[in-house]
DNA sequence: CCCGATTCCTGTAGGC
DNA sequence: TGCCTACAGGAATCGG
């Protein structure tokens, strides 16, 4: 999926048509997603105006005055814009239409995205209510996620992926954030020093950041709102890259399965 | 509680 | 070309 930057592209792509407009119809022809959509998101999200378009870790939140609509995007899903009579294709599944002359259009070939709705607080949805701090937020930093792993003996990478310790960080960002802080991926969590946690939190900051820059990174399928991809994908130094020359020391790049996932690190310069 | 494995789904790449 | 297997950016859930 869209890892943190691939959602916040998204998100500053569809923001500024989005906010302001309100819903005239709403479209679902595949309810069955990682939950099934609401058998009532047609009614709640029907003549509403989009107050805002935030996000919180890996969500959407589609902010009205009666309630918040809640996207995921899974490992496949997309968001994009089209213009109004386009036919759908396969996967697109939902398709939010707007006074804005644009149809928000929701495809997701997998299915593990979802798109939900909730009267209430959003923040205190059960999905998002035990959630980690935001890795670009002030309370992400190398003392909370030191304190946050005294005791735990599971690597480190799968650790930085638990979206209970921070969330926004996936498979690809956990291996380059700890390729850039020169820690080995499996090295237990607990057992990584205060002074090294800072950098591994400043190297999780770098990363995301510089690739919202580029726009994120598109491997084959994401693509953000305007339909183009994301560019971070060349400025990656271990992520694709097994039997290269590291860029520091020169090292073939190892690839290791840890946790189910795919990791890639320098055996030389992670410790 | 902690942690590793399994599971949901489709598409694609690679081996033969 | 076709068939088969493995794997893919997530994350809830289950069982040890």
């Keep these: 999926m869209p890892e943190l930057p691939e959602v916040e592209t998204t998100r500053r792509g569809i923001a500024p048509r989005l906010t302001g407009a309100t819903v005239t119809g709403v479209i679902v022809r595949e309810r069955r997603m990682r939950w099934p959509v609401p058998a009532a998101i047609e009614a709640r999200l029907c003549g509403q105006i989009v107050k805002a378009v935030e996000r919180r870790a890996k969500y959407l939140l589609l902010r009205t005055g009666t309630g918040t609509a809640m996207v995921h ?25 707007t006074d804005a002359d644009c149809v928000l259009r929701f495809n997701d070939p997998r299915r593990f995205g979802c798109l939900l709705w909730t009267d209430g607080n959003p923040l205190e949805h059960p999905l998002l209510a035990r959630l980690g701090p935001e890795p670009l937020g002030a309370g992400f930093t190398g003392a909370f996620l030191h304190a946050a792993s005294r005791g735990r003996r599971i690597a480190i990478k799968p ?30 969590a607990g057992r990584i020093s205060l002074q090294r946690m800072t950098r591994l939190s400043e190297a999780v900051k770098s990363v995301l950041q510089e690739s919202i820059r580029y726009g994120g990174t598109t491997l084959r399928d994401f693509y953000n709102g305007a339909g183009k991809p994301g560019y971070f994908r060349n400025e990656l130094q271990v992520y694709g890259r097994t039997g290269e020359a590291c860029i520091r020391c020169r090292h073939p790049i190892r690839q290791v399965l840890l946790g189910q996932r795919s990791t890639f690190y320098c055996p030389r310069c992670q410790t």
């Design 73 to 97: 995007l899974g490992m496949s899903g997309t968001l994009r814009f089209v213009t109004p009579g386009t036919t759908p294709g396969k996967h697109d599944h939902v398709d939010i239409e």
């Design 159 to 188: 650790h930085l992926m638990n979206a209970a310790i921070v969330v926004g960080v996936g498979n690809i960002y956990a291996s380059e954030s700890l390729f850039r802080a020169g820690i080995h991926p499996g090295r237990a």
